[in-house]
């Protein structure tokens, strides 16, 4: 028979969840024994006993596992896993998580898991953004600068500037490299 945790310790456990699985990106819930899925378990349950201070069979009800496969996933994560730099600072980084999710008596359990889901959402959001940011300067080479400055030009401008470089062109071919476009 399985012990069913408290409804805490089963709301407590759906937070970890909900962030073992965003910040290791994949399901652990997931009937698989691919590694990684694997080492992802492993960190879940050791989160479980140290954040929900869970029961190995009240991690297995939560999970639908039997407890002798929590036991036995705690020991890799205590003998393998936290060697590895990757899950040991996966590991950390969902302990900071879930200690910025308000969890307390005054908080109702579906607020606090919709909280986690909600903080979950705005870091994936600001890391895209801080993405986008970072290729949009790194893809400012000098080339597309011209290239904007170029479109900048009245039609005008630019037949004086074709013109010039046509000039240039007839009269000394490497010079067409030294010519700079001046807004105005």
């Not at 407590?12 to 910040?23: A, F, G, H, N, P």
């Not at 900048?152 to 009269?171: E, T």
Request: proline content about 4%.
């Amino acid at each position: 028979m399985r012990t069913q945790p408290s409804d805490k310790k089963k709301h407590l456990m759906e937070i970890l969840d909900i962030y073992t699985t965003d910040v290791l990106g994949v399901n652990i819930r997931r009937n698989t024994r691919k590694r990684d899925y694997v080492e992802a378990r492993a960190v879940f349950y050791r989160l479980c006993k140290d954040v929900a201070k869970a029961t190995t069979p009240e991690i297995g009800f939560y999970i639908e596992k039997d407890h002798a496969t929590i036991v036995h996933g705690l020991g890799l994560f205590n003998d393998v896993l936290w060697n590895d730099k990757r899950l040991r600072d996966s590991y950390l980084k969902i302990i900071d998580l879930f200690n910025e999710t308000p969890v307390g008596p005054k908080k109702k359990l579906s607020e606090t898991v919709e909280f986690a889901k909600e903080n979950l959402e705005l870091r994936n959001k600001l890391e895209t953004l801080h993405a986008q940011l970072t290729r949009e300067k790194l893809t400012q080479s000098p080339e597309r600068e011209l290239a904007i400055k170029w479109d900048r030009l009245s039609p005008k401008n630019k037949r004086d500037v074709m013109d010039i470089i046509n000039a240039k062109l007839v009269m000394q071919p490497e010079a067409v490299y030294d010519i700079e476009v001046v807004e105005g």
